[in-house]
């Protein structure tokens, strides 16, 4: 898990890298695309709401600044939040290198007491990024999430899909384990298996109603990078950007979040104007 930061003082918007290239549009770009494109799109569209062109992002699952570096790059201000002294110091270096070192923050704590290093209501945004796979109560996460979010702010939930591990699961031949992560209530195949519980659409959608917001978008993501054998992306010419396209594609499908390796949903807050 990971993730806060303050705010520093205003700052111009940064002449870095276009941001349709952070993350860049590589072979890891196929496990980020959909979720960068719907958060930049969100944090434009507040921008537009607020009049501000530096906004204010708690990240409550960053580590070492996969998102957050990059939101950085388009001029906001990130707090990031996470219990590993490791990863924050690979983001202060990642910050670092990519010049917006100023703009991001890291803090050691976690979900769970996110208001003993953060404070409520302060955030325009907060991304929650694999994180309640591993808290023990999910929906107190959630709740966390949103009690940070200022009026008309968004939530960016992207957590691990019941659907895409069972689908693995039998493709790879483990028919047992893909029955086992079907009937199991937490979606685990086994006393092996690295992530300790798994969602559904409708249970994400859920949590973040329960939360008190409105479900703006539900995406798929990894509906098929994580099936495609590797050596076709890596070798034939233009296969990463064309399994970009229909990643994107399938995402808004809903016939597709049911075997998507993650599921991202954006909430909104009450407040919100089409943010």
């Given at each position: 898990m990971s993730d806060p930061m303050r705010p520093p003082a205003s700052h111009p918007r940064p002449q870095t890298a276009s941001p349709r290239s952070e993350p860049s549009r590589s072979r890891?770009?196929?496990r980020t695309a959909v979720v960068w494109d719907v958060l930049r799109d969100a944090l434009e569209r507040r921008v537009g709401a607020t009049g501000r062109q530096a906004l204010d992002v708690l990240d409550?699952?960053?580590?070492?600044?996969?998102?957050?570096v990059p939101v950085a790059?388009?001029?906001?201000?990130?707090?990031?939040?996470?219990?590993?002294?490791?990863?924050?110091f690979a983001l202060e270096r990642r910050a670092a290198e990519a010049g917006v070192?100023?703009?991001?923050?890291?803090?050691?704590?976690?979900?769970?007491?996110?208001?003993?290093?953060?404070?409520r209501g302060g955030y325009d945004a907060v991304l929650c990024h694999g994180v309640l796979e591993y808290v023990d109560d999910p929906a107190e996460?959630?709740?966390?999430?949103?009690?940070?979010?200022?009026?008309?702010?968004?939530?960016?939930?992207?957590?691990a899909g019941l659907g895409g591990a069972v689908l693995a699961r039998a493709l790879a031949g483990h028919f047992t384990e893909a029955r086992q992560a079907l009937s199991?209530?937490?979606?685990?195949w086994g006393t092996g298996d690295p992530v300790p519980r798994r969602f559904t659409?409708?249970?994400l959608t859920g949590l973040v109603e329960d939360a008190g917001l409105r479900v703006g978008a539900v995406h798929g993501v990894r509906v098929?990078?994580?099936?495609?054998?590797?050596?076709?992306?890596?070798?034939?010419?233009?296969a990463v950007e064309a399994l970009l396209k229909l990643e994107a594609a399938a995402a808004e499908l809903a016939a597709f979040h049911s075997v998507a390796t993650q599921l991202h949903v954006l909430g909104e807050t009450r407040g919100s104007n089409g943010a």
């Open positions: 890891s770009a196929l409550t699952g960053g580590g070492s600044g996969n998102f957050a790059g388009l001029g906001h201000r990130v707090t990031v939040v996470d219990p590993s002294p490791n990863a924050l070192a100023e703009r991001v923050r890291g803090v050691q704590g976690d979900a769970r007491g996110l208001f003993d290093v953060v404070e996460g959630v709740r966390n999430a949103v009690a940070a979010l200022r009026e008309g702010g968004v939530l960016s939930l992207l957590a199991d209530p937490d979606g685990r659409a409708e249970q098929f990078a994580d099936l495609v054998p590797g050596v076709l992306v890596d070798t034939e010419p233009g």
